[in-house]
């Protein structure tokens, strides 16, 4: 075995270990060898996972996160808008760390990945610093989705292009919740810098029929 080999083995069992003893939201919650599996329930048919994967040319790993959604797809075959996914079919939310552009979130560097432990201490250390990410950016996005929660509109204005059809889901998330969009929301959604919008008049015309 190589000595990077090697290396894997020990933090990818040390983080499992680690995301499982401190990762407490719901038992339909796992903690695999390499991913966080957010189950089906029999009240939710919406499911997600955040995976790490390691990069060879890297020599770290980048997290990459997915939602598929029964409800909000059913909702999108219903609206059938004239322009394409962001995302593969099925699914309603998909990221992984190298699109966070301008910024990084999971990594402490430019190239969106953490970089492989070499020692005892930076294994702890690295173990930390990734459960602290998924606690606080990655499975809280996720679960604010799989739950469909209000909360998933601002999720969306910050990062559209994650999402499948950004506009018809917080179109469908303000008429669940009876919300009114904000002028400010308004704004961003029309704002072309955003990219929220799929067809401006075809959305415009949804936003005065739902809302």
């Known amino acids: 075995m190589s000595v990077t080999a090697e290396l894997r083995k ?3 069992f040390e983080l499992y270990n680690y995301l499982k003893e401190n990762i407490i939201y719901s038992p339909n919650i796992k903690c695999l060898k390499t991913e966080i599996s957010i189950k089906k329930t029999k009240d939710n048919q919406a499911s997600g996972r ?7 040319n890297a020599q770290g790993y980048c997290l990459s996160t997915s939602v598929d959604s029964p409800e909000l797809i059913v909702f999108f075959n219903k609206i059938n808008p004239p ?3 962001n995302n593969p079919e099925g699914v309603v939310y998909a990221m992984n760390t190298s699109m966070e552009i301008g910024f990084k979130s999971f990594a402490p560097n430019l190239g969106g990945n953490v970089d492989l432990p070499r020692s005892e201490e930076e294994r702890k250390k690295t173990c930390e610093w990734i459960f602290t990410k998924v606690r606080d950016i990655y499975l809280p996005r996720a679960i604010n989705l799989i739950e ?5 509109i ?6 559209p292009d994650y999402y499948a059809y950004p506009f018809l ?3 469908y998330l303000s008429k669940k919740y ?3 969009l904000t002028d400010k929301e308004m704004e961003l959604i029309f704002s072309k810098r955003k990219r929220i919008l799929g067809n401006k008049l075809f959305d415009k015309k949804l936003l005065e029929i739902y809302l």
């Open 10 to 12: 020990l933090f990818e």
């Open 50 to 56: 955040i995976g790490f994967r390691f990069l060879n």
């Open 83 to 85: 322009y394409r996914s």
């Open 148 to 152: 469909l929660k209000p909360e998933t």
């Open 154 to 159: 601002k999720d969306i204005i910050l990062f």
């Open 169 to 171: 889901t917080i179109l």
């Open 178 to 180: 009876n919300r009114s």
